[in-house]
């Protein structure tokens, strides 16, 4: 069982950066394939970006290419998620949740959720 805490959101102009932290408790974290959601309001929650349990593979949407990071530290049992260039359509609740399977961009795959942190990016 692992149970996580996102961290990191808020108000940022366009153009703009944030960094996310999800951090998880129990000693599995390392055993976990990590991965990013966010849901904006009135949309389905979607796929960001995912990484496996030892950092060797990244998966991300195309939505944010090349403009987000995921990256992990399984000596902190944190996962990040670096955000740059951000645009008003990158507001949303994100949310980041473990699996163990390897389908790391369906949101069915993932056993644990965090509550979500909003971030919001002005125009």
């Known amino acids: 069982q692992v149970q996580l805490v996102e961290s990191g959101g808020g108000l940022v102009q366009a153009g703009g950066s944030l960094r996310l932290s999800c951090a998880a408790s129990?000693?599995?974290?390392?055993?976990?394939?990590m991965g990013w959601f966010r849901q904006a309001p009135g949309k389905e929650r979607e796929f960001v970006a995912a990484?496996?349990?030892?950092?060797?593979?990244?998966y991300y949407a195309d939505s944010v290419g090349d403009r987000f990071t995921i990256s992990r530290d399984n000596t902190k049992n944190t996962v990040y998620l670096q955000m740059n260039s951000l645009k008003p359509e990158d507001t949303a609740v994100y949310y980041c949740?473990?699996?163990?399977?390897?389908?790391?961009?369906?949101?069915?795959?993932?056993?644990?959720w965090g509550q979500g942190t909003q971030v919001t990016v002005s125009s």
């Open positions: 949740a473990a699996t163990s399977d390897t389908n790391y961009y369906y949101a069915q795959t993932y056993a644990h």
């Open positions: 990484i496996t349990w030892n950092g060797g593979r990244t």
């Open positions: 129990g000693r599995t974290f390392s055993s976990y394939g």
